[in-house]
């Protein structure tokens, strides 16, 4: 699981960082030399996976959609650690009426179905526009507002039960700053089960960003590529049998999904204390005078000739 996970991964990584080299046409070019490439062309040899509705090379749109996707991943993900876990430290280690109220807040933000406040916040930030710096950032955005709550939640919990353990207690009696107990003892301990929940967020920020692009909240093809917003526009292509258009984009989006969601369930299975137990349990090899019966069972081995 996790080599495969990470080989999806890479490959969404490598489409992103070398799109340029690898897309055959920019994700916004409508023609070449040889004139306009035209609309809903099956694959061939100029256009491996045919073109799109709006004449776009889909090939070219599937790799720079890569790029779209990392920038959403990181800028999402970046924003919502700095604050979820700036929030859920400061409340779980100071408490009182303040604690009250961001746990009230965070609850709130977390019963709301994530692609519903999404679309708010995406029609918020962007004002309708749908340019890169508008859809694009505008999407990252509004993902991160869904993912706020869920480290705030984990680090808080995590904050609640470290700073009553025994090192936080002697910090504070040798006369430690508060700010630096935080930062110091309590934070690198609070944040130890983050890179689990960044992969999986990861993935689920593929699945909201492809969900925004495909009701319309995306950006236009000539600001950028994104896979939702190609789905969007093949839907009438699929009545009328031109598939090309629509199952590249969804491939991709499966594809990057499994792959993040495969390092994210083999990370949580690695640190997983039982599941390791098991691993060495199994590994054990049985002693030199037991020996497996057919049946499963363990029978005494002889040694000088008894039982």
């Not at 961001?102 to 994530?114: G, K």
């Not at 918020?124 to 955005?141: D, E, H, M, T, Y």
């Not at 090192?167 to 609070?190: D, K, P, Q, Y």
């Amino acid at each position: 699981m996790l080599v495969t996970g990470l080989v999806l991964t890479g490959v969404l990584v490598l489409a992103a960082v070398f799109a340029p080299l690898l897309a055959p046409y920019g994700y916004g070019q409508l023609r070449d030399a040889d004139g306009a490439f035209g609309a809903q062309q099956p694959p061939s040899g100029d256009h491996l996976l045919g073109t799109t509705v709006g004449g776009y090379d889909v090939l070219s749109r599937v790799i720079y959609g890569s790029r779209t996707a990392v920038f959403v991943i990181v800028v999402a993900i970046v924003l919502s650690i700095v604050a979820g876990v700036l929030l859920g430290l400061v409340s779980g280690y100071l408490g009182g009426w303040l604690d009250r109220v961001l746990v009230v807040i965070a609850d709130a933000v977390y019963a709301f179905p994530s692609l519903l406040l999404a679309i708010v916040a995406a029609i918020v930030i962007s004002g309708g526009q749908s340019s890169l710096v508008g859809g694009v950032l505008a999407a990252a955005i509004s993902i991160t507002v869904v993912f706020i709550p869920q480290y705030f939640r984990v680090v808080r919990a995590e904050t609640v039960r470290i700073k009553s353990e025994a090192f936080v207690e002697s910090a504070r009696v040798v006369g430690t700053g508060t700010w630096r107990i935080m930062t110091r003892h309590v934070l690198r301990n609070a944040t130890r089960s983050l890179p689990l929940i960044v992969t999986l967020n990861a993935s689920e920020a593929i699945l909201t960003l492809a969900g925004l692009g495909f009701l319309g909240f995306g950006i236009q093809p000539t600001a950028a590529a994104e896979w939702g917003f190609d789905l969007n526009r093949s839907i009438s292509d699929v009545t009328s049998g031109i598939w090309w258009t629509s199952i590249f984009p969804g491939a991709a989006i499966v594809l990057t999904v499994l792959g993040l969601t495969l390092v994210g369930e083999s990370l949580n299975d690695l640190a997983d204390p039982r599941l390791r137990s098991r691993r060495r349990a199994a590994d054990v090899p049985p002693p030199a005078d037991v020996a497996v019966t057919p049946g499963g069972g363990l029978a005494a081995g002889t040694e000088g000739g008894t039982p």
